[in-house]
């Protein structure tokens, strides 16, 4: 393949264009922010999940209070009309009323059992709703701090992008300076190799695979017209001629 040595120097800045494009693709992809804000919003699902639970707990705690307030209400409203009938003098059997005094105060020793339940579950459901405040809390810091960590991702990307951009205008004026030949070839070979596709001939090597070449390999290319593409015998990358390249 033939190409002018100006056409052939000019894919060395596409070149550098082409690298520095995926530097900023890669940027995009590995911005510190990005790993930080997947575990926050890891971090935010968990605390959510967490708060679910807490907030299940305390609706069964609700229930159970309910339960127990209740059970305590009907042993103390039984309590109380024995109470009265005893009071009343409404129990004249002796017998019935050994039976009615032992009744009250198994109630009374029952409605003692049962509000010392109500005060282990309301003590119970106060740590509950304390858990569940905390959570509350823990959620809106993660999500206050994933919202400024969203900005700051934001914001590199647009510098990114105003990078890309500029350098994609570049791209367009030197591709519109090299043959189709000529670019169909590199373009190909940097797909090959890793997003490098012409190197230059520096000092005798090759800065693509950064291998020398061999005295004859050297001999070969001083003999070259100045207008021939020429490839490196190792990489088969372009080797691009300049005054650093030792001849």
């Known amino acids: 393949m033939k190409a002018e040595p100006a056409e052939q120097k000019r894919l060395l800045d596409l070149q550098e264009i082409d690298s520095l494009l995926g530097q900023l693709t890669h940027r995009v992809r590995t911005l510190p922010e990005a790993a930080e804000i997947q575990r926050l919003e890891a971090r935010v699902r968990e605390l959510r999940d967490q708060k679910a639970v807490a907030a299940t707990k305390l609706t069964d705690l609700d229930r159970e209070q309910r339960k127990a307030e209740s059970d305590v209400e009907q042993v103390r409203a039984r309590a109380e009309r024995d109470t009265q009938r005893l009071n009343a003098g409404q129990v004249s059997s002796p017998k019935e009323l050994e039976r009615l005094q032992s009744e009250i105060g198994s109630l009374q020793r029952r409605q003692t059992e049962l509000e010392e339940v109500v005060l282990e579950v309301m003590e119970r459901r106060e740590a509950t709703d304390a858990e569940h405040a905390r959570l509350q809390k823990d959620i809106e810091a993660a999500e206050a701090e994933l919202e400024t960590l969203e900005e700051r991702r934001s914001a590199a990307v647009v510098d990114i992008e105003a990078d890309r951009a500029s350098a994609n ?79």
């Open 169 to 247: 205008d570049r791209r367009r004026r030197i591709v519109g300076e090299i043959p189709e030949d000529l670019l169909a070839l590199y373009t190909k070979l940097r797909d090959q190799h890793d997003g490098v596709g012409a190197a230059m001939l520096r000092y005798g090597r090759c800065e693509g695979c950064k291998l020398a070449l061999s005295t004859a390999e050297l001999g070969e290319i001083r003999q070259a017209p100045a207008d021939e593409v020429l490839r490196c015998e190792d990489c088969r990358r372009i080797l691009i001629r300049t005054t650093e390249s030792g001849l």
